[in-house]
């Protein structure tokens, strides 16, 4: 089959899934001779428009797992704004060395739905946000050679095809629950409405603001969070002064218990 551009398409508020779905897609675009493109999807105002693909194209397609699934705030945004008119499409989903329990099979079925043909399929263990301590070197060299394994094998498969290849089999359920955060003495913790708090040592410089994907923070007050928080961390990570946190007490058993329980390696799986 012939591939005339490569895209990287991805959400991603703390960059781990913006750099494996661009590694992979300029390995993809360099290993086809042709341009590779990035539509990145985590500013409110980028989804406001629709991505309409066609033959020809193969996207990479991008997000972290959050409770086991895709984030549920952009599952509306994979489902209607993103047509694929019969474009490939590799599915790539990071998680936080805990699991991805069943974010792959969520969005291989968004993109099937969306009229993508996926050929390939990827999760990889990246640094927990939630934790400095979690995942913290990852990705790392033996996660980047994955990444190229399943580059090389999407673009034989791709290459060696005379009609559109078959989906990948991954694990897990598209149906499947959320996963239930569960705290230090192993009961669930519901941090649902918990939001960041600001220290004094705040600048006022804006990054905040900027790097929401939800636009959430109030630009005239940033301690001020009146929108709807996905707990992403883009504002903790971003922001120069470290002023950013969370001190919700369910948050903080959970991300504890994390700390205590999935300091195992989760390695990477792919899928073609
Ligand atoms: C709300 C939330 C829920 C998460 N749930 C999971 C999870 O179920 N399993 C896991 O291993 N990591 C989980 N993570 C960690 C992220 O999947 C991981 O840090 C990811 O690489 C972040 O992607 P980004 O850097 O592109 O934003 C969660 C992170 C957030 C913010
Ligand atoms: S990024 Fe940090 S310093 Fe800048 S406005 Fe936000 S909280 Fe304040
Ligand atoms: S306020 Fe919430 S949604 Fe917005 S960047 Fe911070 S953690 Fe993410």
Redesign the pocket.
Known sequence: MDINKVYALYF???????KLATTLANALAESFGVPMETVDITSPAARETSYVFGAGDLVVCGS?????KLPNKLLPWWKEKLTGNGALAVALV????????NSLAELCACLAGDGFHTVGAGAFA?????SDTLAAERPDRDDFAELAKLGAAVATRVAKANETPAAPEVPGSADAPY?VPKGLDGEPKNFLKAKPKTSEACTGCGVCVAVCPMGSIDPQDVTNVPGIC????ACVRECPVGAKYFDDEAFLSHKAMLERDFQRRAEAKWFV
């Open positions: 991603s508020p703390a960059g781990m899934t913006r972290p797992t959050y409770a086991g990071t998680f936080g060395n805990r699991a991805f329990d990246c640094r927990h946000v939630f996963y996905i707990k992403c961390h």
